[in-house]
């Protein structure tokens, strides 16, 4: 009695017809629920939509899928070895990543490397650059960039913007490029330690081009309380690059000079020779370097120094 008085109520609540009977009381029952049960999901899913708009998941406002990002516009792509450095300007002010793919022309089905790098708020900005690694060295590339946002209230949410523009790259027709990046050493010496003794410091370059660069100079010096201690022990490091080194005459305000010259570099390659420095006397000494090579394109990026306070 119980279970038909509860049927019962259900038929009054969704205005179901009264169900055909039959001789089986299973099979009455399980007719009526079928129908009370398709009947409450359709009037629950009216209400959703005339009061919510599109019923997108449990919680989710409209404005959540609504996200749009623009394109970015594709700049250049330089090739460097097993790298690619990608240059863009972002046309979004929300976006959280960027996804970029590196093609082979004419196997435009085929992406031989892509990256899925951070993003951060900005809009209209110009010359960002991201790198992909793991490139087919010496091969004609193309590249193309997205935008993506994933918000943390969302995180299951992901927006991404149209591909940009496409942009390729062929390492035969780039130009050479040699970098010398840093100087890298203890910059704070004590004058107790380093009296009568000559410590290393490294000297980082790498051709930062699209094709190997031969002829490679790489010109040391020093000023100050800094000057050239014995280049014997080191002189393998620069061998090992294709470099011979010999003192030269310093030139104003240096106190001591050294070119290695005759070098060599693939595209993307770095080394990192070191130089043997001693130290007059408590002072400021500097190590300067500079490096030229090929037809440099880009000599801005040619010349560094390591200033060194001795105590």
Partial sequence: MARTRLIRMIHELTGLAEPEMTNNPIDRDEVLTRSAFRRLFEVAAVGALVTYGPVLGPGIPPSAAEETLDAPTLDSVRLEGTDAYVSFTDHSANETSFAISI???????????????????GDERQGVTRSVNGIPPGKPLCATVQATITTAEYPYLQESSPESNRVCEDPADAASDVALENIRGKEEQSWATV??????????????GGNETAGIVVDISTSGVAALGDQAGVQAGWAAAGFSCATRPPAGGETAALSCTGGRLKPGEQTNPAVIVRFTGPGLGTIHASIS???????????????????
């Fill in 103 to 121: 093609w082979e022309p004419g196997v435009t089905s085929v992406v031989v490397a892509s990256a899925s790098v951070p993003g951060s708020p």
């Fill in 195 to 208: 009296a009568g003794q000559s410590p290393a410091y490294l000297v980082a370059f790498r051709n930062a």
């Fill in 293 to 311: 090579g090929g037809a440099d394109a880009n000599p801005g990026n040619n010349g560094t120094a390591l200033n060194v306070r001795v105590a």
